[in-house]
């Protein structure tokens, strides 16, 4: 015997679905980005520039004004929406159905991640705030920075070079001066993380977890987290993060993920037999601080 079901509790089984399929990819937004609230269709930073030094109260107060660096970004709409015959619900074909929900939240719980690696593999040709690229040999120097470089060549891909080459990258990384010509790290970092593609898994690993490398004592263990990220075009790149308080990526978040749906004597239900569910949300991921971020290319 058939059973009919109601829009009203189909819905609401399928969007519970959604749910319990939503995190099947941990996010890297919250691990690797600011998370910002948008307001509105596109939001302007223009705390991008570094703040002014502490100095010493003579007279009077000294205001200097914000930095000239500004950078805005775009909030962008996504969707995704599949099509149910009734006649499959009518003749309890609902496996079919369920699988393509689950498919449908793994995907759109991808997507942000997505974004957020489209991101740094990016970074070599989409600018920053400085007006140069987010990874670059040639940072423009603003005020007594000088200048910086966080793109940097790599020795190679076993164990012994990516451990030479994740020092260099955090020495460079703590060598930036912000805009007053202090460090602009100050006295080091709270948090690191390394997004390396799978190819470099093992030599990542053995650097962040290894006590010895090379019948050496590695003092590198637990110098940094570790995102292994299938996303990564290339197999012999990787990137070093802050992500502690301040951080070089942007997670813009406008209208949360919602599902919605279509169904019983809507247009397409009663002219076409069609019910339909989807997804909708607003969001975007641009750049915070360079100074945050170094790329190691091999």
Not at 187 to 195: H, P
Request: hydrophobic fraction near 35%; proline fraction near 4%; glycine fraction near 8%.
């Amino acid at each position: 015997m058939s059973v009919l079901y109601s829009p009203t509790s189909l819905e609401k089984g399928l969007k519970v679905l959604f749910l319990e399929h939503f995190n099947s990819e941990a996010s890297l937004a919250p691990q690797l980005c600011h998370i910002e609230n948008s307001e509105s269709d596109s939001e302007k930073y223009e705390w991008l520039g570094q703040a002014p030094s502490v100095q010493e109260f003579l007279d009077e107060r000294r205001p200097i004004p914000l930095s000239s660096t500004s950078y805005t970004i775009t909030n962008k709409t996504w969707e995704s929406t599949i099509v149910v015959s009734r006649a499959d619900l009518e003749d309890n074909r609902t496996g079919s159905v369920r699988r393509r929900i689950q498919q449908m939240a793994a995907a759109a719980a991808g997507h942000q991640n997505k974004l957020v690696v489209d991101a740094l593999i990016n970074g070599t040709s989409d600018l920053c705030y400085d007006g140069a690229a987010f990874f670059a040999n040639s940072h423009p120097a603003r005020g007594d920075n000088g200048g910086f470089d966080n793109l940097l060549a790599g020795s190679g891909s076993t164990t012994a070079q990516f451990s030479a080459d994740f020092a260099a990258a955090k020495a460079a990384m703590l060598n930036f001066l912000d805009e007053g010509g202090n460090p602009f790290h100050g006295d080091g970092v709270q948090g690191l993380t390394c997004v390396v593609p799978p190819a470099l898994e093992k030599a990542a690993r053995e650097t962040l977890n290894s006590g010895m490398i090379s019948n050496t004592s590695n003092i590198q263990v637990g110098a940094a987290d570790l995102v292994v990220s299938p996303r990564l075009s290339d197999a012999d790149d990787w990137y070093l993060l802050r992500t502690d308080s301040v951080r070089g990526l942007i997670f813009q978040d406008r209208i949360p993920i919602e599902f919605t749906a279509l169904e019983g004597q809507t247009d397409t239900g009663f002219n076409r037999d069609q019910w339909r569910y989807g997804i909708r949300a607003r969001y975007n991921v641009g750049y915070a601080h360079a100074q945050c971020a170094v790329k190691t290319v091999n």
